[in-house]
């Protein structure tokens, strides 16, 4: 029962282009999401978040938009840079500490 | 200064065994988790504990017991491994009981069971 869903396992980007990695819900009792950057062996690191009564952050190159409605959100990166070629990872929690990932999306920032 | 240390980072091991994987955080914080990476890449959480108590857990095999000695403190003990517990294992923690911070990650642990 995956409740955080991302259907798109790879995604290929010039640099310098907009990259959008796309994430799906269905848990309705999810508030807060967040999207973690995971380089290959190492632990996913924190890359910014979104409160479920907001519909749109931004920090730097990034920027998460959450369409609540839809349950859908999705992480803007722009200009892409090779150095952001990782494996990107929603993930949306309850207010019970349940955190739960997608499956991960490969990002590779070509040159 | 590691905010999220597991132990070992890697684990090969035969089946039947008994084996434990440590993990200690120093950020003061009050909840940690333990997730299992799959062979297709998911994190799938199995256990969580808020202040030693145990909060999430998963269908997980009474296999997989957690062990919190103290709330910087998560251990990971798996009885009779099998092979399909081979996996990369991942302790993070969070800070606050409910409130809405990000995790911090450890390097993992790849076990390999033969």
């Known amino acids: 029962d995956q409740q955080v869903k991302q259907n798109s396992p790879s995604l290929s980007v010039q640099e310098g282009r907009i990259s959008i990695l796309n994430c799906d819900y269905t848990?309705?009792?999810?508030?807060?999401f967040l999207w973690y950057k995971k380089y290959p062996a190492e632990g996913p690191t924190f890359l910014i978040s979104?409160?479920?009564?907001?519909d749109k952050n931004e920090d730097g190159r990034f920027t998460v938009f959450l369409n609540k409605s839809a349950k859908h959100l999705s992480l803007h990166i722009v200009p892409s840079q090779p150095g952001d070629s990782a494996v990107y990872f929603c993930?949306?929690?309850?207010?019970?500490?349940?955190?739960?990932f997608g499956a991960g999306t490969r990002l590779t920032v070509k040159p | 200064d590691t905010a999220v240390s597991q132990t070992p980072k890697y684990l090969v091991t035969q089946m039947g065994n008994d084996k434990s994987i440590k993990c200690e955080q120093n950020?003061?914080?009050?909840?940690m988790y333990w997730y299992k990476q799959d062979s297709k890449k998911f994190l799938k959480i199995m256990f969580s504990?808020?202040?030693?108590?145990?909060?999430i857990n998963e269908t997980v095999p009474n296999r997989f017991s957690p062990k919190s000695p103290d709330k910087a403190h998560l251990n990971l003990h798996i009885n009779s491994l099998e092979l399909g517990d081979s996996a990369v294992y991942f302790c993070?923690?969070?800070?606050?009981?409910?409130?809405?911070?990000?995790?911090?990650f450890g390097q993992g642990t790849r076990l390999t069971v033969v």
């Open positions: 993070a923690s969070s800070r606050g009981s409910f409130m809405n911070t990000e995790a911090f």
């Open positions: 848990n309705s009792m999810f508030d807060y």
């Open positions: 979104i409160s479920s009564i907001k």
């Open positions: 993930a949306a929690k309850s207010n019970n500490n349940d955190m739960r």
């Open positions: 950020l003061g914080h009050d909840t």
């Open positions: 504990y808020n202040n030693k108590e145990l909060i």
